[in-house]
């Protein structure tokens, strides 16, 4: 191949790779579901916005990053489907959710990570992944390595923290 078509293949493949780990603005969900966060960038971020999940089970008060996390000074939501599932063994059922608030120095929310079951079974890709906020996004997309690595180790089904229902 010419040196110039390989640098025209390599550009497309880098423009291809960078499109892809900000995945879509919108996966057509349902924004009205209360208990279940839109996938995708813009439809994520205009419903977690909104509040909803504050009405979920909610950590009274933030917390410094927990041992082996990859996140900062946090609060951590869980939806009903989570919440009741606490006390089971093997995967979570479809429709398991959390939102976490990763605050800033002066307590401000400084970005949103949140992962949802989306399919029944074991790993990584059953889980949609997202993290980021308006100026930047982390991670959009099911499986996502960013997120899936480090939560592979968490004691069952890529879930770390369960806050109970109170
Ligand atoms: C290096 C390890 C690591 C990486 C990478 C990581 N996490 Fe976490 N995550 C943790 C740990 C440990 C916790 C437990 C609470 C804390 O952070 O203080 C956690 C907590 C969470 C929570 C709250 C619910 C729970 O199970 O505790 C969500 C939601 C979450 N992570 C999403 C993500 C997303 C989305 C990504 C990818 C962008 C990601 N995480 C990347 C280690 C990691």
């Not at 063994?89 to 398991?96: L, M, N, Q, W």
């Not at 939560?151 to 923290?161: C, E, G, M, Q």
């Amino acid at each position: 191949m010419r040196p110039l078509g390989l640098l025209r293949l390599l550009c497309l493949l880098c423009l291809t790779a960078a499109g892809c780990s900000d995945g879509p603005d919108s996966y057509g969900d349902d924004p009205a579901d209360l208990q279940l966060p839109p996938r995708g960038t813009a439809d994520f971020l205009a419903w977690v916005e909104e509040g909803h999940y504050l009405a979920w089970s909610c950590e009274a008060e933030a917390h410094p990053p927990r041992p082996r996390s990859g996140h900062g000074r946090n609060r951590i939501c869980s939806n009903d489907a989570l919440a009741a599932a606490a006390t089971g063994e093997g995967p979570y059922p479809v429709g398991a959710a959390a939102v976490k608030e990763v605050l800033d120095d002066a307590g401000g929310i400084r970005l949103y990570a949140v992962y949802r079951k989306v399919e029944a079974g074991d790993g990584g890709d059953s889980w949609y992944w997202f993290e980021g906020s308006r100026d930047r996004v982390v991670a959009n997309g099911e499986g996502d390595g960013t997120c899936t690595g480090c939560h592979a180790s968490a004691p069952r089904d890529f879930v770390f923290t369960v806050v109970p229902a109170s």
